[in-house]
């Protein structure tokens, strides 16, 4: 029974990971197709939407490798294996897609004042379809999957919003055919922008919580030493942190000091047991460590300074 759950885990992810690859290869060469159109059909909307599906084929490639890289064991020195390389490649992505968002806006607002003249719509407008096409085909791959993975759930959501952008493109482009308005290409630079700043902003912000080991939100430490403090025998808790190794995978450590009766009574593995199953059931943290001492110990030990 176990061993049919973990070969159906594994398929499941490999089918994932297969998934992906194709994905990232439609993004590629689209990216390129749309780099052309920008070219061709001077359009900065497309050549906006050309830089938010090359952030959004980094996207996809951080998710493949996040696939492969979280199965790699650790090592005597990368202790907790290579997951924050996932988070430190998403730091750089974030930051791409910040002078991204600067330079489209920077750009667009230059367009708004003064329009080139050159924008061709129906080039435009033809590029733009192609990667509206391309994008749909990508999203009914990735939302075939079944395994709830949330590197496949990101990389789903930068499609989601590449298409997004691909319409504004295509919108913009039959406003300036239809109507002469070219400002139209700017202004939808100027959107798709907008809606790449949040996902930055998003992005940079978890990466930045992980890589600064800041507390996991929604754990209040106090509320852990209290229900660490209402296990049997416990009588103090210190030296108490909690970090995020990466993301989906928080972490624990705590100074835990036990009375001699119990201690001699329950023994540490019993100890260890009710401290582990709290964390856990309580919190989920699956990952958490205890030092367990005895209350006579108290006395010898150098706390310093209040944590």
């Known amino acids: 029974m176990g061993h049919g759950h973990g070969h159906g885990h594994t398929a499941g992810r490999a089918g994932d990971r297969r998934r992906l ?11 390129v197709v749309q780099l052309v159109g920008a070219w061709v059909s001077g359009s900065l909307a497309l050549l906006a939407d050309a830089g938010h599906m090359a952030t959004d084929a980094a996207g996809v490639l951080l998710a493949l490798g996040a696939s492969y890289v979280a199965a790699l064991p650790s090592t005597r020195r990368f202790t907790f294996g290579w997951h924050r390389a996932e988070v430190l490649a998403a730091l750089v992505n974030a930051l791409v897609l910040v002078a991204l968002c600067v330079y489209l806006a920077v750009a667009g607002v230059s367009r708004l004042l003064e329009p080139t003249g050159e924008v061709a ?41 590449d298409t997004l952008g691909s319409v504004v493109v295509v919108v913009a482009g039959v406003v300036i055919w239809a109507t002469g308005f070219e ?13 790449i700043l949040p996902r930055a902003a998003s992005l940079a912000k978890e990466a930045l919580v992980v890589l ?56 540490v593995g019993a100890v260890l047991d009710d401290l582990s199953h709290c964390t856990t059931s309580h919190f989920a943290v699956h990952h958490a460590t205890f030092q367990v001492e005895p209350e006579s110990h108290r006395a010898h030990e150098d706390l310093g300074e209040a944590h």
Do not use: C, K, Q, Y
């Open 21 to 31: 690859r194709l994905v990232l290869l439609i993004t590629a060469a689209v990216l």
């Open 121 to 161: 719509p129906v080039p435009m407008i033809a590029f733009a379809v192609v990667g509206l096409v391309a994008n749909a085909a990508s999203l009914a791959i990735l939302t075939r999957s079944g395994t709830g993975s949330i590197n496949l759930r990101g990389a789903t959501m930068e499609v989601l919003a």
């Open 183 to 195: 400002r139209a290409d700017p202004l939808g630079s100027l959107v798709i922008a907008a809606m």
């Open 212 to 267: 600064l080991e800041v507390a996991p939100a929604g754990l209040a430490l106090e509320e852990v030493r209290e229900h660490l403090l209402g296990m049997p025998g416990v009588v103090d808790v210190h030296d108490l942190h909690a970090w995020t190794i990466t993301t989906g995978l928080p972490s624990m450590s705590a100074h835990v000091t036990v009375t001699d009766e119990v201690l001699a009574s329950r023994g």
